[in-house]
């Protein structure tokens, strides 16, 4: 089946620096993937929709110049949070659209950060 | 998007049928339905999906009435491993849409 993947899997840093978080579609090719962010006891919170070769769209209230996302090719997206304060300490999700695929979504494991 | 309405939470014991019931009165034609499961400090994972009427897979079933403005997740014979969190989402099929995610269902299940 197709397999999503994400890198690291959980990571802690200090406030202030940054953190690139990786998504990869390890099987199939993703024109399109979507990131999410999940606080606990919450549900999953999208944070932009990002395109291979072309500039993420980010939903309302989160800001793209602290959440970089670079989708430089068909199996790899990147997340990186700059500035890192307490509150982006979160559960951190990707997910990727297969080419062939119309509407079912596959799931990475998720990424731990804790801001210290 | 179809906004959807989900139990908070259920409960129930090991080998008996779970239903969930989802509502999304405001689902537009092009539409699908999808469930997802959702272990703590794990990415969701595809359950099952459906346009209309019945599907029907190894893990699960999904009802879905005439005028499609709710659906029905069944789990026959659950055990403790299904306890999670099962998230009914209505998008269209167009490629590229996002999945926006409610609040969903917590699931507990007991010996």
């Known amino acids: 089946g197709a397999v999503v993947s994400q890198h690291p899997s959980w990571v802690i840093c200090k406030s202030g620096t940054s953190v690139k978080i990786e998504c990869r579609s390890l099987?199939?090719?993703?024109?399109?993937m979507f990131w999410y962010r999940q606080f606990p006891k919450q549900s999953l919170m999208l944070m932009a929709t990002?395109?291979?070769?072309?500039?993420?769209?980010?939903e309302q209230g989160v800001e793209k110049d602290k959440f970089l996302i670079n989708h430089a090719s068909l199996t790899l997206s990147t997340l990186t949070v700059t500035s890192a304060h307490p509150e982006d300490s979160s559960f951190y999700i990707c997910?990727?659209?297969?080419?062939?695929?119309?509407?079912?979504?596959?799931f990475g494991p998720g990424t731990r950060l804790t801001v210290t | 998007l179809a906004k959807t309405t989900q139990p908070i939470s259920m409960d129930s014991y090991e080998g008996q049928e779970v239903n969930i019931t989802c509502s999304h009165n405001n689902i537009a034609t092009n539409d699908y339905i999808t469930w997802y499961q959702q272990f703590p400090s794990q990415g969701p994972r595809f359950i099952i999906q459906?346009?209309?009427t019945k599907v029907t897979n190894e893990v699960a079933s999904l009802f879905i009435p005439a005028d499609r403005k709710s659906s029905t997740l069944s789990l026959p014979r659950v055990s403790l491993s299904d306890t999670a969190v099962y998230y009914c989402l209505v998008g269209s099929n167009q490629a590229g849409t996002a999945l926006i995610f409610g609040k969903g269902t917590t699931l507990s299940v007991s010996s």
């Open positions: 997910s990727a659209l297969p080419q062939r695929e119309r509407y079912e979504q596959y």
């Open positions: 459906g346009y209309k």
């Open positions: 990002s395109n291979e070769g072309s500039k993420a769209t980010y």
């Open positions: 099987d199939f090719q993703a024109t399109t």
